[in-house]
């Protein structure tokens, strides 16, 4: 029921309609031990509407997959969740921006950074920022 209310609610924030949750996802869920609680639930499935193509939510696993990193170093764990929330950040404002990276009423003003930083993070972080742009624009 969490699951479902959470799609909704980010779903209609995005301007999305989501019809159905993949059977493999919601394993993946109920599998996942959730050390960052509902917090991390909240963030993951923001992240997921807001990639969504289509009308089927779905997670990609290697989302909740800690292995990798836990055989790296601490600082190494550190820096890659902290390049991961940006990038999420980031994904969200491009949403409701429509694209839109400088101006009053882009990505850049709403995350409160200069337009060269933003778009020198979206390199890095390898976004594609055309994938957000409006259709109708």
Known sequence: MLVEYLIVRYAKKAGKKIRQIRKQTLEVF??????????????????????????????????????????????SMFAAEVADHEKHMIEVALVQCR?????????????????????SKIKSLGIDKHRFMSRSA
Do not use: K
């Not at 960052?36 to 969504?52: D, F, K, P, S, Y």
């Not at 289509?54 to 292995?67: A, H, K, N, P, Y």
């Open 99 to 119: 694209g839109r990276i400088s101006g009053p009423a882009g990505a850049a003003a709403t995350l409160g950074m200069p337009r060269t930083t933003l778009e």
């Open 30 to 75: 109920q599998a996942y031990e959730w050390p960052g609680n509902i917090r991390e639930l909240q963030n993951v499935i923001e992240r997921a509407v807001v990639l969504c193509d289509g009308e089927i939510f779905s997670v990609d696993e290697t989302w909740l997959r800690g292995d990798q990193s836990r055989h790296e170093g601490p600082g």
